[in-house]
């Protein structure tokens, strides 16, 4: 038999074997290329001693979830720790408190429902050293539900960063043919790209507004993104787009998580915070609780707060307590005094908790994502996960859930985002017209962390610029990629790391998704200057 008759099986075999071994191979590249989706941001040298011999008294200010980190962190390695939390309650925005329903029956609400992600890995670690990892469940499904009717849905996707970005398209979240067009094909490889320094000093200044006019995003990508920005409590015209970058480069491109994230079952009081406090007392540390930390000073020895004497503070409340506390301190130097300065929340949030006396449609998972018509954004149904929300619906019918919106209209006043909330209800959820509100919780607060266009050059980083005051807070610019509850808790490592490092202590170790994206440092395209404030490609 002559020898090229074998070439076309030959041919045949190398497809099958590249359609077989093709997407392993690249999904073990992928991996090895994104080091296994997690990296160590310390060295902990296991031959220092773990505990401080003699006193050292610190002062954590603001106990969400940043300061209770550094705080029980500090609290087990031997300093005294006093804690300054200016609310009734610990916790912070993951903080809950309990209300009054009727005779005899109350209830715990809480600054909104919480989605704890797969590549939350320090606060992940964190929950586990308290034992306050159990009881999580995951919610299965991802669903963004526009008020037409339209939907996008994903559960359980492919979870390798690009393979994920396909399976997207498979999921109809988007077209391969609407991305490959120019100049969308020759923008989007920014969020591949991501690295914060080239990220930050290229896009920072750019809108994710701009760059959606620009690359005139098909119709359901643009309902997954525009809903992922607002997550981020902003409107698109306010959002660096470099911000974006780096959240869709931690929750999306970088580690193979996915994002169907888990959420606690129970109220965040029990699971979290009685744990947490019982910690902090086993260990010594001392709680004010409803204590707003006034005044600040630097001494010769250290500092005082509110008048008392500490060697060490960490500075761990919101943006605007972080601001207020700077601003006014004695003996802070004029430029840290004018980069605190600097630091402004985002725009308004709501949260609207309500008892009502009809139910929504089955079919979803407990948390909702809504395409907004002027202000829902979310929504969560309680009653439907929540034990003491579910007893409430059995002695009652209807339902509890809990109305979000993460970027407040600045002309609405607050009755009008309230009756805003409770009409788009009805708009998404017809078969709940005409419901009576039988108990609401309604919050309307501006305490959030701006991720705005322009402000990462000036955020504070761990140290501070003051001797001696170490800054935590999900505002803080860490030394790599993180958001919200996970950079709350990972600035809090980082705070006590300081601390600890200066006693000649272990560090705890902390760890990172990987610090660039898979495409860090490639050629960039012409068609990016696009995307620079009055750049032509
Ligand atoms: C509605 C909503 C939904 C969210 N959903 C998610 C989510 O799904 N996933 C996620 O990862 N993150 C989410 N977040 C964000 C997350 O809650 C925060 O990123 C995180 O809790 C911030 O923790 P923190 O410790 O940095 O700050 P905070 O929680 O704000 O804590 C700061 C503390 O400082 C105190 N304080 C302020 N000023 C003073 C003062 N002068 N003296 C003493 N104390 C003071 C405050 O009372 C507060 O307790 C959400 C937030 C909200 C509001």
């Known amino acids: 038999m002559p020898w090229f008759w074998w070439l076309p099986l030959t041919v045949v075999v190398l497809i099958l074997l590249g359609w077989l071994l093709g997407p392993p191979l690249l999904r073990g590249f992928i991996k090895r290329r994104l080091q296994h989706y997690r990296v160590a941001v310390n060295v902990v040298d ?106 996008v849905r994903f559960g359980k996707l492919e979870t390798t960063p690009v393979f994920n970005l396909l399976a997207l398209a498979r999921a109809g979240v988007y077209r391969f043919r609407d991305v490959l067009k120019a100049p969308a094909r020759d923008l989007f490889g920014v969020f591949l790209e991501y690295d914060a320094k080239e990220t930050f000093a290229r896009y920072d200044a750019v809108s994710f507004a701009d760059f959606d006019r620009l690359t005139q995003l098909p119709p359901g990508l643009k309902l997954a993104f525009n809903t992922f920005a607002r997550a981020f409590f902003s409107d698109e015209d306010k959002l660096s787009l470099a911000e974006l970058i780096k959240s869709f480069h931690f929750y999306y491109l970088s580690q193979d998580g996915g994002l169907v994230y888990e959420y606690p079952v129970h109220d965040y009081e029990p699971q979290f915070l009685a744990p947490m406090r019982a910690e902090l007392e086993r260990h010594g540390a001392k709680v004010h609780l409803s204590t707003k930390v006034s005044s600040l000073a630097k001494t010769a020895e250290g500092f005082t707060v509110n008048g ?40 308004r949030y709501a949260v609207l908790r309500i008892w009502i006396d009809k139910d929504v449609r089955e079919g979803y998972p407990p948390f909702v994502i809504t395409d907004r018509v002027k202000v829902l954004d979310a929504f969560t149904t309680y009653h439907r996960f929540e034990h003491e929300a579910a007893e409430w619906t059995k002695r009652h019918g209807g339902a509890v859930l809990e109305l979000h919106c993460y970027a407040v209209p600045e002309a609405l006043t607050p009755d009008e985002v309230k009756r ?118």
């Open 46 to 151: 296991p031959s220092l001693p773990t505990a401080l011999t003699g006193p050292r008294r610190v002062a954590v200010l603001g106990g969400g979830v940043a300061g209770l980190t550094a705080a029980i962190t500090l609290a087990r390695r031997g300093f005294q720790v006093e804690l300054f939390e200016a609310n009734e309650y610990l916790g912070g925005k993951l903080g809950s408190w309990k209300v009054p329903l009727g005779p005899g029956e109350a209830a715990w609400v809480s600054h909104g429902f919480h989605a704890f992600f797969a590549n939350y890995y320090n606060l992940d670690r964190f929950l586990g050293s308290l034992g306050t990892r159990d009881g999580f469940q995951s919610i299965g499904e991802y669903v963004i539900l526009g008020t037409t009717g339209a939907q």
């Open 420 to 537: 805003a909330l409770l009409d788009e209800l009805v708009q998404f959820f017809p078969e709940v017209k005409g419901f009576t509100v039988k108990h609401e919780v309604f919050q309307l607060n501006r305490n959030f962390t701006a991720f705005h266009l322009g402000m990462n050059a000036h955020r504070p980083e761990t140290d501070s610029g003051v001797p001696g005051l170490c800054c935590a807070g999900d505002w803080v610019k860490l030394p790599f990629p993180a958001m919200l509850l996970e950079a709350a808790c990972a600035s809090g490592y980082l705070a006590a790391n300081t601390l600890l490092r200066e006693a000649g202590l272990q560090e705890e170790p902390v760890q990172s998704v990987p610090l660039r994206g898979l495409m860090a440092g490639m050629p960039q395209p012409p068609a990016r200057k696009l995307l620079v404030p009055g750049g032509t490609p």
């Open 308 to 347: 008392a004497p500490f060697e060490r503070v960490v500075l761990s409340t919101d943006i605007v307590g972080a601001r207020s506390i700077m601003t006014n301190a004695v003996g802070v130097p004029d430029e840290v005094k004018a980069r605190f300065e600097k630091l402004v929340p985002g725009q």
